[in-house]
Nanobody
Framework: QLVESGGGLVQAGGSLRLSCATS????????MGWFRQAPGKGREFVAA????????DYADSVKDRFTISRDSAKNTLYLQVNSLKPEDTAVYYC???????????????WGQGTQLTVSS
């Protein structure tokens, strides 16, 4: 089970940290990813991290602004979001899967999502 938190309303240029709490078994052996879905749009890859944290990948639209990380001791995945833009407004989902990939189909488990709204 994956449970996201940390979303909210923030002004453009602001920062937040999204969290994804997982069961220990899910996090320790799985690659993890963040995706987002804006109103009227499809689900979009944001970032991914391998099971050991050694490799990360980011969508071009968030590179240098967002940072994905994981704390295995706390069974938690994070997404630090900085320099936010109105176009970052979306529901953000965490996912666990077999590879740190951009394809959502490799992820087996999904959270319910947390809303992030960026005002201009």
């Amino acid at each position: 089970q994956l449970v996201e938190s940390g979303g909210g309303l923030v002004q453009a240029g602001g920062s937040l940290r999204l969290s994804c709490a997982t069961s220990g078994r899910t996090l320790s052996s799985s690659a993890m990813g963040w995706f987002r879905q804006a109103p009227g749009k499809g689900r979009e890859f944001v970032a991914a991290i391998t099971w050991n944290g050694r490799y990360t990948d980011y969508a071009d639209s968030v590179k240098d602004r967002f940072t994905i990380s994981r704390d295995s001791a706390k069974n938690t995945l994070y997404l630090q979001v900085n320099s936010l833009k109105p176009e970052d407004t979306a529901v953000y989902y965490c996912a666990a899967g077999v590879a740190a990939a951009r394809n959502p189909q490799v992820y087996n488990y999904w959270g319910q999502g947390t809303q992030l709204t960026v005002s201009s």
